[in-house]
Structures are given as C-alpha cells and as structure tokens.
C-alpha cells in the first residue's frame, strides 16, 4: 500500500506565506510526476503546480512568481512554498501522484491523491 500525507496548511494573511508537504510512504520505487491541484468550495479543482522526477517544472499563470515546486526524491516528498498570498489562493490543496512505480520488478503504474489541507487567506 501507498500512504500520501499532506501536512501545512493553515490560517494566513494576506501577504503571507506557507509551504505545504506531501510525504508519500509505503512500496514505492518510483515516482514519474507529483504535483498540487487546489478546489475552491464551488470549483473545479485547478492544477497548481507539477514537478517531473527530473525536476522540471510547471505553474497556473495565477501562481507564477509566488508558488515553488520542489521534491525529495530520496524521501518521496513534494512541497509547496506559497508567498504573497491572496485571498483567491483559499482553497484545500492537494498532492498528486503521477505514476508510481510499486517496486523494481512491476512496470505497472498508479496514481494517488493526498486527503487534502486546507489553505484560507485573510484580507
């Protein structure tokens, strides 16, 4: 089994920062992509942000220049800094995995979301 938790959310003002984790454990040889999705009350949940297992980096043009991506691959880790947040950034943020790898010997591939943490920016 695969266990993902999110850890970091919280209460900020606008302006403020956070940085979120999402630590996955259990059988896991490989992770291909993670990223961070968010759902407002009444949204469609919005990608945010998305990391390859080389690195490489994408971000909503709402996010750009205050949000990083990062990850540990060593400890199938994915954070988010959030600065200068907003108000809109209010949302439950969540990890996704894209593309785990259980072990050496299986080429099968599965995906995993984190339960959720709640993120509220106040003006």
Do not use: H
């Not at 961070?36 to 919005?46: L, N, V």
């Not at 943020?93 to 785990?100: M, P, R, W």
Request: aromatic residues 8%.
């Amino acid at each position: 089994q695969v266990q993902v938790a999110e850890s970091g959310g919280g209460l900020v003002q606008a302006g403020g920062s956070l940085r979120l984790s999402c630590a996955a454990s259990g059988s896991i040889f490989r992770i291909n992509s993670m990223a961070w999705y968010r759902q407002a009350p009444g949204e469609q949940r919005e990608l945010v942000a998305t990391i390859t297992s080389g690195g490489s980096t994408t971000y909503a043009d709402s996010v750009k220049g205050r949000f990083t991506i990062s990850r540990d691959n060593a400890k199938n880790t994915v954070y988010l800094q959030m600065n200068a947040l907003v108000p809109e950034d209010t949302s439950i943020y969540y990890c996704y995995l894209d593309g785990v790898r259980r072990s050496i010997s299986s080429l099968a591939l599965q995906d995993y979301w984190g339960q959720g943490t709640q993120v509220t920016v106040t003006s």
